[in-house]
């Protein structure tokens, strides 16, 4: 898939959605010439993306100020060990997951998505590390995605290797819950969360019902890492070696809090790296002394830039 540019500049294709983007500063046009420099220094940039960029989607995150779910209501995401354990749990999620699939599943590229795309085309960019699980960039035209925590596109069984579309098991789950779903009132204004689900009445959830793996009867799960899971060895060493041979790493949208994506910064300083980092609010990296900081809207900047 292609998007129109306009010379060999990104510019902003669609309207943004602010709802979820914290308070900011306009980027400045000395920021724009400090970012340009970087990018013209830089012949292959690794770009690491973090749920910053989607906020300009409408998909909350849960760490910004004032607009994340943490900081509005304390929603807290759903813990490894708790999905295991427990069938409340999982039913819960199930079912708060199936009420918000669709609305998920709808929100669009925004424009910094598609720069980032067109930055790959034009091979300024060599890969997008992301820790998102919406699958934006690759619905830009992005090629070049690795999903660090996995995608929400895909549910896998914990024991075999059976894995299915999460579209297919929207119906499935359809088809089981048909008399509660066709009895039940669904409100459709209820907030969406950042892994894709929302509140619904416990009534509901009490009855909902969610299947086994058909193959193999083991629990079947998103296919991302929750909190309290690991990121995969081969995936981690995969990034470890694109960084290597990258001249830069560009962090867009990340507060870098979690480790598995604050490690790659680590090693970009450590391996001496240009490193520029693109997010509204602070950011764990922001003590290196070699770094570029932008406190800046990620569709803002990226769609000032000519590569």
């Known amino acids: 898939m292609h998007f129109p540019v306009f010379g060999n500049s990104c510019r902003p294709f669609t309207s943004f959605i602010t ?14 010439r400090a970012f340009q420099q970087f ?47 427990s069938d409340g749990i999982r039913r819960r999620y199930w ?5 918000g699939w669709n609305r998920f599943s709808s929100f669009e590229p925004n424009s910094g998505h598609k720069c980032l795309a067109e930055w790959e085309r034009q091979k300024k960019v060599s ?11 690759q619905r830009a035209g992005s090629e070049l995605v690795i999903e660090l925590h996995g995608s929400a596109y895909t549910v896998a069984c914990l024991s075999c290797k059976y894995r299915v579309s999460r579209y ?30 929302i509140d619904i009445d416990s009534e509901f959830v009490s009855l909902f019902r969610y299947p086994s793996c058909p ?19 081969a995936i981690v060493n995969s990034v470890y070696e694109m960084l290597s041979q990258s001249d830069a790493l560009l962090v867009i949208g990340s507060s870098l809090q979690v480790y598995s994506g604050y490690r790659f910064a680590l090693t970009a300083k ?10 509204i ?12 900081r932008f406190n800046a809207r990620a569709g803002d900047i990226l769609t000032q830039i000519v590569v």
């Open 19 to 32: 709802q979820f983007v914290p308070k900011h500063q306009k980027v400045t046009t000395d920021e724009i």
């Open 281 to 292: 609010g602070p950011t764990r990296a922001d003590t290196f002394h070699t770094i570029l």
């Open 168 to 197: 297919l098991f929207q119906q499935t789950l359809t088809q089981l819950n048909e008399d509660i779903i066709t009895s039940h009132e669904m409100d459709r204004n209820q907030q969406l969360r950042p892994d894709g689900d």
């Open 270 to 279: 450590e391996l001496n790296k240009a490193i520029a980092i693109v997010n």
């Open 39 to 85: 990018m013209d220094r830089n012949s292959q940039v690794l770009v690491l993306s973090g749920a910053g960029i989607s906020t300009e989607s409408g998909i909350p995150d849960y760490r910004s100020e004032g607009v994340g779910l943490y900081d509005r209501k304390g929603h807290k995401p759903i813990q490894y060990q708790d999905f295991l354990r």
């Open 215 to 233: 193959r193999c009867e083991a629990l079947l799960k998103p296919d991302i890492t929750f909190f309290g899971d690991n990121v995969s060895k």
């Open 127 to 137: 890969a997008i590390v992301t820790q998102n699980v919406d699958r934006l960039h």
């Open 95 to 99: 079912a708060r997951n199936y009420c």
